[in-house]
Structure formats: C-alpha cells, structure tokens
C-alpha cells in the first residue's frame, strides 16, 4: 500500500509539472500566455494561438479582439512575427494603442462626432481632433470580447455592445470570426445584429512589418493598392467629401512602389495634411473577394501581405505617429514608420456623407464585412 501511495504522489508531482509546463510553454512567437490572464471589467482574458498545417501561427487576445504576432515562413525559411504588439496584457491595458485590435463600432473618424440618424442629432465622444475615432476613448478595443476556440485554426469573438456604448444607438450582438487556412490567410469574417437603427463599420488594425524587424521602418515595403480614386483629408484628418484620382499623385499605388519614395514630399497638401500616408482610397475592386485590394511586400524578407476584402475602401496608414516613445515584443522601440496598417473599412464620416456606401444597420438586418490578409513569399 505504501509503495501504490508513493507512486501516486510521484505520479501526481508529474502531473502537475506538465501542467505547469503547459501553462508556461512559450508560444512560437516567444509569447508566454499566462502574461495575458487578467480580469478587465469583471471579464477574463486570454491568449489563443491558432496553427495550420503549415507551421504558420497567430496569437490572439479577447482583449481588444487583438491580433497579437503573426508568424510567417521568409525567403529562407525562417519563421518572422510580421505584426506590431505588446508582450503581455498590461501594456495592452496600459498603453493606449490600437494594436492588432478588432474595431468597433465605427472604424476611422466621424466629423466633430456627430451625425443625425432619423431626425435625431447623436454626439459621440471627441477623441482625435474634435472627431470620434475608432468609436471612441473606450471602444472596442479596449473591451473584453466573449471568446470560442472552435478548433485549431479558428477562434471566434462576441461583443455585446449595450445601448448608448459610446453615446452608440441599439443593442448590438458584434461577431469577429478568425479562420487560419491552410495556404497561410487569416480569414476575418465580422458580423452585426442591432435591436434599434444604428451604424457600423468594423476592421482590423494590425501594424505591418513584413521584415520581422520593427526596429526599422516599413518605409522600403513596396505597396500596391487597388485604386484609381481616394478620399482626400482636411489637417484634422477628416474626409472633405470629395473623391479624387490618384493619377499624377503621391497617392498613386496602382503601379507598385516603396512606401517612402514620396512620403515626405509636403509639397503635396495631402501628405503634410495626413503627416504621412493616412488616407481612405476607394478600391476597384467593388466588394469582389477574389480580387486583391493591395499587396505589401518586404524586399528584405520577401514575405507578401495581400488584401482581400468585401468593403468599399481601405485605409493605409504609415505608422506617421509612432515616435519612439512606446516598447513593444521583445523590448524592440516602435519609431515613426515602423509599420503599415491596412484597415478594410467604409469610408470615414460616412454617416455625414449620404453620397457614400451607406453604414446603417437596421433591426432584422446582419451587417457583413470580411477581410483576408493572405501571406506568402516572394524570392
């Protein structure tokens, strides 16, 4: 009896040192998930890592929706994390950023955060500029959302956004679905459902370096974006309404060039306006999943981010006001142009704009967007 008790109590040490293993086992990114358990607003947080079948990870937080590190194969073989973050989710809490983050409700500005919806006026919170931005001080991103790890490559979050979220009309159920596939995309499918007339326009708002080294600046990343037309910016950054070419532009992506050939070039308003890339362009691709919306590449890494999407437009935005001032994933310092997002989106202050693709959601109706970042190599 006393040796089946003894091998109980090794085998129960044993046990619960493979739990503890397990509990602290690293990430491929280098990621210890026990950094990210918490509780925000009585709600838990968490890591959760999806694989595919080849060897391609993301590591995501219910906190904020947000992609944490994208591990990608480079030229050579090596595994890259290709996305700006955070190493636990102290910083993420701490540091106001929109990192990786799954936003809501309304993605980019809304003028003086304001519009009118059946008569009434709404004011939203004024966060950037005199404007709403990324629905607000507490939006999204900074909630917890309910999170279902279905399987191994897919995770899905629910937010359920209370009437009067942010000053926001309507009880809103918001979906964030995140499926790995097998040739290296992350599918991003958000849905709606709302119980009073409101507006919405989701996005991811991962910070891209496809070097893998965001101590240097995405600036030499060569882009190509699916647009004929943008959006132009006042130098509060918000939509004048106009659509206007991008031919004979800074803002002209539609032949492939370096994020930085003319970044700095103020003489053209838009650039000084915008401080940098931080512009809506209206895609070509008129909500056709099957043609790419833009296309990122590192020449120093070779790997490629292209762009799929359902939305009307997508905003680039350059990193124009990272400034050194915040640490990221291991220990690196995030400088002005570490990266570039790439947010598929409605235009900005479409609810003042009735000329633009409308972002009203109705009770009855489900609000559908769906993005596809698709990484693979080029030699």
């Not at 459902?193 to 965001?214: A, E």
Request: proline residues 5%; contains cysteine; charged residues 20%.
């Amino acid at each position: 009896m006393k040796r089946h008790a003894l091998l109980a109590g090794i085998a129960a040490l044993m046990l619960a040192a493979c739990n503890q293993k397990a509990e602290t086992e690293l990430t491929l990114s280098g990621l210890n998930p026990a950094k990210f358990e918490t509780t925000v607003n009585d709600a838990a947080t968490h890591l959760y890592t999806l694989k595919n079948e080849a060897g391609m990870e993301v590591c995501i937080t219910n906190f904020g929706g947000r992609i944490v590190s994208i591990m990608v194969p480079d030229k050579d073989g090596n595994m890259q994390d290709v996305v700006l973050g955070f190493d636990s989710i102290a910083d993420y809490i701490n540091v106001p950023s929109d990192f990786g983050a799954s936003i809501g409700r309304y993605a980019n500005r809304i003028n003086q955060g304001k519009f009118v919806l059946d008569g009434d006026t709404i004011q939203l919170p004024q966060n950037n500029f005199g404007h709403c931005l990324h629905g607000g001080p507490k939006g999204w991103q900074y909630q917890v959302y309910n999170a279902n790890l279905i399987d191994n490559t897919t995770l899905e979050l629910t937010r359920i956004s209370p009437d009067g979220d942010e000053n926001f009309p309507g009880n809103v159920t918001a979906k964030v679905l995140f499926k790995l596939t097998d040739d290296n995309a992350i599918d991003i499918k958000y849905s709606a459902t709302t119980d009073k007339k409101t507006i919405i326009n989701m996005t991811n708002h991962s910070y891209f370096n496809l070097s893998g080294d965001p101590s240097k600046a995405a600036t030499d990343h060569i882009l190509y974006v699916n647009a004929d037309n943008y959006t132009p910016v006042d130098s509060t950054f918000m939509t004048t309404g106009e659509i206007v070419t991008v031919k004979d532009t800074p803002m002209d992506f539609t032949t492939p060039k370096a994020v930085g050939q003319d970044i700095t070039n103020f003489d053209f308003v838009q650039l000084k306006n915008g401080n940098g890339y931080d512009h809506n362009w209206v895609l070509n691709t008129q909500g056709d999943l099957n043609q790419v919306a833009a296309k990122l590449t590192s020449p120093t890494s070779g790997i490629t981010l292209e762009v799929y999407t359902n939305e009307p437009g997508i905003q680039v935005y350059s990193g124009n006001f990272l400034d050194g001032t915040v640490t990221g994933k291991k220990g690196i310092t995030y400088n002005q142009r570490a990266s570039v997002c790439l947010e598929t989106q409605h235009y900005p202050d479409s609810p003042n704009k009735p000329q633009w693709p409308s972002v009203i959601l109705k009770p009855g109706q489900t609000y559908n967007s769906e993005c596809i970042f698709k990484f693979s190599v080029e030699k």
